[in-house]
Structures are given as C-alpha cells and as structure tokens.
C-alpha cells in the first residue's frame, strides 16, 4: 500500500507560483512572536485547543494522530492548527519535534486570516494539497481491495467522506 508523501501533505507544492505564496506568507509573520523548540518538544497536542496558529520557520517536525505517525514537514512556512482554527475545536494531530524548530505563534488567527488573503490563499492550497493527497491514497486503497468481500465497507467510508457536510458549531 502506497502511503502519500508526508512533504507534500503540510506543504506546498514546488512550482514558481508555490514558492512566491511561501514567501508572501513567512514575510506576514515576520511581525509575530517566534518561538524555539528543541527535538521531543511537544508544539500542539492532539484533543488540545491552544487558539493559535502556527508557522513553521525552520526546522522538522512530526505529526501523530493517536500516537500514529501520519507526517512529516521540515518546509519553511508549514501551518498548524489551522484545522482547530476553522473548525473551532481541539486540535486533530499532536506535533512534535525532530529537528530544533523555531515557529511563529499567530495568537489571533482568525483575524490573521481574515486581514491577509496571502496568509488565507497559502492555508487553502495547504488544506487542498493534504486532501489532493488522501484522495489518492484512498482510491489506491480502494483499487488494492477491489474484488474483496469488504469492498462495501470501503465504498461506504469513502461515499460519506466524500459527501459529509460540516456540522453547525455547537454553542
């Protein structure tokens, strides 16, 4: 089974156009609180919700989903928490260390987002390149299992991911 390339998941991609909108993004931070970590620091913890948005500078970073490695991401403007920041709720995927790292802490992001249509256009390419990346892994999924007798299971879990609408936010 063919896993989607963990650099390509919380980066972007590597054409002139993916470079200039990196640039744009880690030039809007240059104003914000940087902080350093070093390697087994955890930065964002799974189930957890911080508010803030974080930007990847420089270094390497894992990302687990329930203790799982699903990632890696060492690319200059790499975003997490933007998912608990859209969605409005705890963060999905735990974020640790493996190289000394240093972020940009955006504390309102929100209205960062909102006031930068870089900073959002560079989030959106992020998230679409993450889904870009599951959906292939998905259909290589369901080609390895085509002809198996739980072939329905997989149609459905893929048919509801595909279709699911947003929850309304609770209150």
Avoid: W
Avoid at 15 to 40: C, R, T, Y
Avoid at 47 to 64: F, H, N, R
Avoid at 89 to 100: I, W
């Amino acid at each position: 089974m063919a896993f989607p390339p963990a650099f390509c998941i919380y980066s972007c991609g590597s054409s002139a156009n993916d470079g200039l909108v990196v640039s744009a993004m880690l030039q809007l931070i240059a104003g914000h609180k940087v902080q350093d970590f070093a390697p087994g620091d955890v930065v964002m913890e799974q189930e957890s919700a911080s508010g803030s948005l974080l930007v990847l500078i420089k270094g390497e970073v894992e990302i687990l989903r329930d203790n799982v490695r699903v990632a890696r991401a060492s690319a200059p403007g790499a975003v997490f928490g933007e998912m608990s920041v859209l969605l409005g709720g705890a963060h999905s995927a735990t974020v640790r260390v493996l190289k000394p790292s240093s972020f940009a802490i955006i504390e309102n992001p929100r209205q960062f987002l909102e006031s930068s249509a870089d900073a959002s256009l560079h989030v959106a390419k992020l998230l679409a390149s993450r889904l870009d990346a599951l959906n292939k892994y998905l259909v290589d999924v369901k080609e390895q299992y085509e002809g198996h007798d739980h072939m329905g299971m997989v149609d459905e879990v893929l048919e509801t991911l595909m279709h699911r609408q947003p929850r309304p936010p609770s209150h």
